[in-house]
């Protein structure tokens, strides 16, 4: 039994949580998200929660169980305060612009990388070393960032590339050249 799956989804009054049979719909300040759950298990909208059951005790359902309530859990918070992820780069010569709704990242390349934003990203570089990501989509926010990430990671030589800000890159030592006689 899932210790997570238990625990109620508080939601404030501001919020308001449609069902229409293992569809979603949560409507809140910063906008809207739907959700469609496993026929697995069973939600129940309260006045201010929303609980998750699991009507059996097969293994996938168990699995289910906290994974539902945890993205019912994203879904409120999404919807109330947004997602933010910070991107930082690092390089000589390496940079971000925004051109509309597209990100070019120029990382050593000979050509700017674009990135197309998506529906319901809001994408803002305040200087060129930043890019901040921000939605009420969880998923989508995390996806966007390490596509754009993905670009060019963080090397472990000299730190350059595209991190998450207050990302630790363990850094690796050069190679030595042996001094002496060579044998």
């Not at 989804?9 to 449609?18: D, E, G, H, M």
């Not at 930082?88 to 971000?96: H, L, S, T």
């Amino acid at each position: 039994m899932s210790r997570i799956g238990n625990k109620p989804v508080p939601f404030p009054a501001t919020v308001k949580v449609t069902q229409d049979k293992n569809n979603l719909t949560v409507k809140g300040p910063k906008g809207e998200l739907k959700l469609s759950v496993h026929p697995a298990l069973t939600v129940s909208v309260g006045k201010d929660a929303i609980s998750v059951v699991a009507t059996n005790e097969e293994r996938q359902t168990r699995a289910l169980h906290g994974l539902v309530r945890s993205l019912i859990n994203n879904t409120v918070n999404g919807v109330i305060n947004g997602y933010e992820k910070k991107l930082k780069i690092e390089g000589v010569g390496y940079q971000a612009k925004l051109e509309g709704d597209k990100l070019s990242v120029f990382v050593g390349f000979s050509h700017p990388v674009v990135h197309p934003a998506p529906a319901g990203i809001k994408v803002t570089v305040p200087d060129p070393n930043t890019i901040i990501i921000t939605g009420i989509d969880k998923q989508l926010v995390g996806q966007y960032a390490a596509t754009v990430r993905k670009t060019r990671p963080p090397e472990p030589y000299k730190g350059k590339g595209i991190r998450y800000d207050g990302e630790v890159v363990r850094r690796k030592e050069g190679k030595k050249f042996a001094s002496g006689s060579g044998g």
